[in-house]
């Protein structure tokens, strides 16, 4: 079945950029979605259709996508950004979606 | 503004199966597919399917095929998820999700002896 895959874990200080990257086969013709998701919470939209930011969502969240790859990208990361982020996409056929396996963020 | 009320948290034996309810306002009912996701205890995100709410056609994750079911109702904006031949790997919070975007509050569903 399609997978998608994501870094168990990344790691930055306050300030820095947090880039988060999701591979998947499928990526160059299907789009990419992203959420953020806190302890205890359910997650949250932050980026659709590969680089779209829904509103409320803070400038400094943008996503990107070049051939199988998908990059969400934290621009001068906040602690509040601690968090766990997952990207979505679908297989080829469209018919059916799947989560990658989710990248820890540590801002500290 | 969007809002998914799911039901509330079961406890199921072993073999049983369970029916999650997702009641939908604030939008037309029937313009947006409705996800169904789970996740289990310290685990991630876990894609099971998704309706229609329009005519009802269904594409499931190949893992809950023959197991899960659901439905809508449109009379009353709801979707449900119906998963069958329950085992405790299934306990999880079970979430609807509207167009990808919006989320329920998710049901604990707990499979115990």
């Known amino acids: 079945s399609y997978e998608l895959t994501q870094p168990p874990s990344v790691s930055v200080s306050p300030g820095q950029t947090a880039r988060i990257t999701c591979s998947g086969d499928?990526?160059?013709?299907?789009?990419a979605y992203w959420y953020q998701q806190k302890s205890g919470q359910a997650p949250v939209l932050v980026i659709y259709?590969?680089?779209k930011r829904p509103s409320g969502i803070p400038e400094r969240f943008s996503g990107s996508s070049s051939g199988t790859m998908a990059t969400l990208t934290i621009s001068g990361a906040q602690v509040e950004d601690e968090a766990d982020y997952y990207c979505?996409?679908?297989?080829?056929?469209?018919?059916?979606?799947?989560f990658g396996g989710g990248t820890k963020l540590t801002v500290l | 503004q969007v809002q998914l009320v799911q039901s509330g948290a079961e406890v199921k034996k072993p073999g049983a199966s369970v029916k999650v309810s997702c009641k939908a306002s604030?939008?037309?009912?029937?313009?947006?597919?409705m996800h169904w996701v789970r996740q289990a205890p310290g685990q991630g995100l876990e894609w099971m399917g998704i309706?229609?709410?329009?005519?009802?056609?269904?594409s499931y994750a190949q893992k809950f095929q023959g197991r899960v079911t659901m439905t809508r109702d449109t009379s009353t904006s709801t979707v449900y998820m119906e998963l069958s031949s329950l085992r405790s790997e299934d306990t999880a919070v079970y979430y609807c999700?509207?167009?990808?975007?919006?989320w329920g509050q998710g049901t604990l569903v707990t499979v115990s002896s």
């Open positions: 999700v509207c167009s990808a975007t919006y």
């Open positions: 604030g939008y037309t009912f029937t313009s947006y597919y």
């Open positions: 309706i229609n709410p329009s005519g009802g056609s269904t």
């Open positions: 499928a990526l160059p013709k299907k789009y």
């Open positions: 259709e590969d680089s």
């Open positions: 979505y996409s679908t297989d080829s056929s469209g018919n059916h979606g799947v």
